[in-house]
């Protein structure tokens, strides 16, 4: 059977009444929001979160039910949908501690005529920069809703104007190198962002709702949570063949969360905390900073910026008081540029690393033992300590980044070992003045009478002392005994019957060696030896090496013309209780003296030039 051309055309054009009758409209939903807490720690090292510990930044990012979530159903065949429609979320967001203020679209849906004629847009955004914590924590973030049916708000160009304006937020970036400050921030988003045009909201098929999300970071002490805002985005299907038919189902889930990191300018550590070695000022400068006008190192920042006073990068070093001032400006300057204690005082560290004055104040303990600081230098070395510009807790920080600084505590160590080391080193420096007093002393009653009150051995003999010679056959045993002249005998009877008879020969004195262990000597007997070496030039005392503390001296000599000990040599002394118990005569070598002397030409207060030893060779 056929029917007219003209019948035909009119059952296709009842069947597209019937269809149009029937269409089915979608619309979006959102639900929510629910609220979801992650606990926020204390970086290693820290007793309680600081607002000054790391940056934040709220993201907004949409994860969709499947790649396709919106193609189910798709035809091109027939009309399928009513009109236009069109929905959106909305981000306000606002600090008013830094006049930061911004707008971005959570989504945008927009639909014609037909199912498959659609737009979901839903990109990861960012919706502050990173800011401090304890700035960033005061971000107040509200959202609007909209949704529109053939009315005459365009919620398309409203999110175009949204996007237009808050386009700055997408330099915020992450990673070594790369941020927005808080103070910086407000103003670029000031100056780049554009008034949304205001809309004709007449018509009643148009709907918008507005809320505030609660605070998305909060801490206090040891405890702290970031809050993540889920929000459920629905398709909600009505109409059809069936009018009363309304089908409803899940397209995704819309993230509001907050991003935490301890750091922009430095690499991570263990733990969470930065680490700052191995770099260096020029390095830190030449980060990467990004901006409303492009790209900036942290230099060219520095420089732009419009502290009250501008720091002086290249200050006289040699000069404490201007180096410390411009510590303090410098520091001044990034915290108002919104950077956080470890970008703050990493830059500050190697800024100072140029200065002698930081480098004693920052001295280890092993530098002040190796170099024997006397309590009078430990002290001067601690009085510059940079307090105009840092606090205990700025050394604190940089300890924990793995910098080479000295917290009180650590001085109050040193301080300990240079009182410890005085009290090791007074009483060889006593011993000291009162040997060399002897020792250049030319008159022999003098010297021994000096000597006497001096000596005192081992097991209490006063006046005595215990002499050892490692120095070589100089003849000392001679020195302690030198020959005796022979007392005459009484004369006998003359007997004139007899011839004279001839003189007896002298016995001479039995020269005793000197054992090992040495012998026993009394102060007249030291005074000799003294006396017959023809002392010339005195080192000063310096403890013997590796018998620190253990109250054992050790001084150089050289000796003039006619001494049975040519140049001279080294002299021994152990002492306890302010007398000495043992001398010994040594080689320059012996217990490594000289390579001692090579090594740390000054200990205790003495300095012995290498140049010194070249005279007893």
């Known amino acids: 059977m056929s029917f007219p051309h003209r019948s035909s055309r009119h059952l296709s054009t009842l069947a597209a009444l019937l269809l149009t009758a029937c269409a089915e409209t979608r619309q979006i939903a959102v639900g929510g929001p629910e609220m979801t807490t992650q606990p926020l720690e204390p970086l290693a090292g820290f007793q309680a979160i600081d607002g000054d510990d790391y940056y934040v930044r709220l993201v907004s990012e949409f994860s969709g039910q499947g790649d396709n979530f919106l193609k189910g159903g798709c035809s091109d065949l027939a009309p399928y949908q ?3 429609l069109s ?18 679209s959570g989504f945008l849906y927009q639909a014609t005529t037909g199912k498959c004629n659609f737009r979901f847009d839903a990109k990861k955004l960012y919706l502050t920069p990173w800011l401090r914590l304890d700035t960033g924590n005061q971000t107040q973030l509200d959202y609007d809703f909209y949704t529109n049916a053939n009315s005459d708000l365009d919620v398309s160009s409203l999110v175009g104007d949204v996007n237009a304006a808050s386009g700055i937020l997408a330099l915020t970036g992450a990673g070594l190198g790369v941020a927005i400050m808080g103070q910086m921030a407000g103003q670029w988003v000031q100056a780049n962002q554009q008034a949304a045009p205001v809309q004709d909201q007449s018509s009643a098929k148009q709907s918008s709702e507005s809320h505030s999300l609660p605070a998305l970071t909060a801490y206090a002490g040891k405890t702290g949570k970031l809050n993540q805002a889920v929000f459920d985005i629905f398709e909600i299907d009505e109409g059809g063949l069936n009018p009363f038919k309304v089908e409803t189902r899940t397209l995704g889930k819309l993230k509001v969360y907050p991003e935490i990191a301890p750091t922009l300018l430095l690499r991570a550590g263990s733990g969470g905390v930065p680490d700052a070695r191995d770099m260096s000022f020029e390095e830190l400068s030449r980060s990467t900073i990004k901006s409303a006008s492009g790209d900036i190192s942290l230099a060219q920042l520095l420089d732009q910026s419009q502290p ?23 520091k001044l300057t990034m915290k108002a540029l919104g950077f956080n204690k470890f970008d703050r005082n990493a830059l500050l560290y190697y800024f100072l690393a140029n200065s002698g004055d930081w480098k004693n104040y920052n001295t280890d303990r092993r530098r002040a033992t190796d170099s024997e600081l006397r309590p009078r230098a430990i002290a001067e070395y601690r009085t510059k300590n940079f307090g105009v ?10 300890k924990t980044m793995g910098l080479a600084v000295n917290t009180r505590a650590d001085w109050d160590q040193l301080d300990a070992t240079s009182l410890q080391q005085e009290r090791l080193f007074s009483p060889l420096q006593s011993i000291e003045r009162q040997l060399l007093a002897v020792l250049r002393n030319t008159s022999a009653a003098e010297m021994e009478r000096q000597l006497y009150p001096l000596l005192m051995t081992g097991d209490k003999v006063n006046g005595k002392v ?16 030198p020959p005796a002249t022979a007392v005459p005998a009484a004369p006998a009877p003359i007997d004139t019957s007899l011839p004279p008879a001839p003189p007896a020969p002298q016995a001479a004195l039995p020269v005793s060696p000197i054992p090992g262990e040495g012998i026993q000597v009394s102060a007249a007997q030291l005074t000799q030896v003294f006396q ?10 310096r403890p013997a090496p590796g018998l620190q503390g253990k109250g054992i001296g050790i001084l150089l000599f050289t000796t003039r013309e006619g001494s049975p000990r040519a140049k001279g040599g080294a002299l021994e002394f ?12 040594q080689l320059p070598t012996f217990r490594d003296f000289e390579q001692d002397i090579a090594d740390r030409p000054e200990v205790g207060g003495c300095r012995i030039d290498p140049a010194w030893l070249t005279k007893l060779h």
Not at 308 to 330: F, G, I, M, S, V
Not at 389 to 398: F, H, K, R
């Open 87 to 104: 929905a959106a979320l909305v981000y306000r967001v606002r600090n008013d501690t830094i006049k930061f203020q911004g707008e971005a």
């Open 82 to 84: 009513k009109g236009d």
């Open 532 to 541: 017959s070496l023809k002392i010339g030039e005195l080192s000063c005392a």
């Open 574 to 585: 152990e002492f306890a209780d302010g007398k000495i118990s043992r001398i010994a005569f």
């Open 308 to 330: 009250l006073d501008k720091p002086n990068l290249k200050p006289d070093w040699k000069n404490y008081t201007e180096a410390e001032n411009n510590c303090r400006k410098l």
């Open 466 to 481: 215990l002499l050892q010679n490692h120095l070589g056959d100089f003849g000392l045993e001679r020195l302690l005994n």
């Open 389 to 398: 510009c840092l606090a205990e807790d700025d050394y604190a920080v940089m």
